[in-house]
């Protein structure tokens, strides 16, 4: 199957780190893509993964490990801005069509 | 930088009726993907399309329709409108030749009463 999971939500204090995992399960991805999304609004694009290991990019991380299927987003200094939806998503090989996550909501403290 | 465009942002619309949603993808990009999202859920793939041919069929329901003209713009065709409709329709376009990404644009929000 094609199933990826992550927590559902998620709580942090502004200046703080989190991390958002992201596992799946399937033989038909073609790495692994993170996109933020504010409610009511279009899913913005963050990182994407093709190869095994960390890819750094500002305040934001994300890393790849395709043999445990499992990913994870890392957002340090943590603003307010950041309270969002963070969604991985798979694009399928051939059509690259995306199998997203159920989503992890972020809720930034002050 | 041009983005992806869609029309109309909003619409409302009565059961049974019909509606038609459009997307003008980026120039030069040659895929167009739709998805649905639900309240609070994931967006789920309806359909795509590759050089103005479908190329992927996701949980599109029987009752909608898609096409991508010459132009390269698709339009997303609902008839027989139901509750359950009402979500958040994004298109998202790429260059398919060249990178995976997709671009999303703004979605448009359609509300069956």
């Known amino acids: 199957g094609q199933n990826i999971d992550q927590p559902t939500e998620m709580t942090a204090t502004e200046g703080a780190i989190v991390q958002i995992n992201c596992t799946y399960q399937?033989?038909?991805?073609?790495?692994l893509f993170w996109y933020q999304q504010h409610a009511g609004e279009a899913p913005t694009f963050l990182s994407y993964?093709?190869?095994?290991g960390l890819e750094e990019k500002g305040r934001f991380s994300s890393f790849l490990s395709r043999s445990k299927g499992y990913s994870y987003l890392l957002l340090k200094e943590l603003q307010m801005k950041d309270s969002a939806s963070y969604l991985c998503?798979?694009?399928?090989?051939?059509?690259?069509?995306?199998?997203f996550g159920t989503g992890t909501r972020l809720k930034v403290l002050a | 930088a041009a983005g992806v465009i869609q029309s109309p942002r909003h619409l409302i619309k009565e059961k049974r009726e019909t509606a038609t949603l459009k997307c003008y993808p980026i120039?030069?990009?040659?895929?167009v993907y739709w998805y649905q999202q639900g309240p609070g859920q994931d967006p789920q793939f309806l359909i795509s399309?590759?050089?103005?041919?479908?190329?992927d069929k996701g949980s599109i329901p029987d009752r909608f329709s898609a096409q991508q003209f010459s132009d390269y713009h698709s339009e997303l065709n609902m008839s027989s409108l139901e509750l359950g409709d009402s979500a958040l329709y994004f298109c998202?376009?790429?260059?398919?030749?060249?990178?995976?990404?997709?671009?999303f644009g703004p979605g448009t929000r359609l509300t069956v009463l």
């Open positions: 998202a376009s790429s260059l398919m030749a060249t990178s995976t990404e997709q671009f």
């Open positions: 399937t033989s038909g991805f073609n790495g």
């Open positions: 993964n093709v190869l095994d």
């Open positions: 998503a798979g694009p399928t090989s051939g059509t690259y069509k995306y199998i």
């Open positions: 120039p030069r990009h040659d895929t």
């Open positions: 399309f590759y050089e103005k041919m479908q190329s």
